[in-house]
């Protein structure tokens, strides 16, 4: 099969988890995987993306064990190519505390976000520019603290630390 034919796929299963059609995005985002599986033999990025996109679906639908093992072995499989610190490794994070917040495991969840925060410094440091996930993800951390009742005041200070470094 075609790599190209993976990429429609994956197209339509992302309008579709967009939707709210859960179900289809499912069945598009299975049948990509098992396209892109076959075409790339060990690590590849796409492979990795399409689990990422799998697992957003999976853990819409409160399927969060599926949703954990395919984010995790995206996330494993994104340091193995790219490194600890690159951004995609941040983004495979953040969607692992998305998922932990969801499911109510709120301190968990906040360990995830911080080391996705450590990643998108260290990526401003480097390049003196912020990330483009980077507000995304530092709100969604916040939001994160609100929710464990963490004060307006303490909050701004993450910020301002996060901030200087």
């Known amino acids: 099969m075609h790599p190209y034919v993976a990429t429609c796929l994956n197209e339509l299963g992302e309008l579709a988890r967009r939707d709210g059609r859960f179900d289809e995005a499912e069945k598009l985002y299975r049948r990509t995987l098992q396209i892109l599986e076959e075409i790339y033999e060990g690590d590849h990025p796409t492979v990795a993306s399409c689990m990422n996109n799998l697992g957003l679906t999976l853990g819409a639908v409160n399927q969060s064990d599926q949703a954990w093992e395919l984010f995790s072995r995206a996330v494993a499989m994104d340091v193995r ?4 610190e690159d951004p995609k490794v941040s983004n495979r994070l953040n ?7 969801r499911k109510g495991e709120l301190a968990e969840a906040e360990s995830f976000f911080r080391r996705s925060i450590e990643i998108l410094l260290k990526f401003e440091s480097r390049n003196g520019r912020k990330h483009t996930s980077w507000d995304t993800t530092f709100n969604e951390y916040l939001t994160l603290l609100e929710e464990m009742g963490e004060t307006e005041e303490t909050m701004i200070k993450r910020y301002d630390a996060s901030s200087r470094r």
């Open 95 to 101: 969607n692992m505390a998305w998922l932990l917040r």
């Open 81 to 84: 190519i790219f490194g600890p």
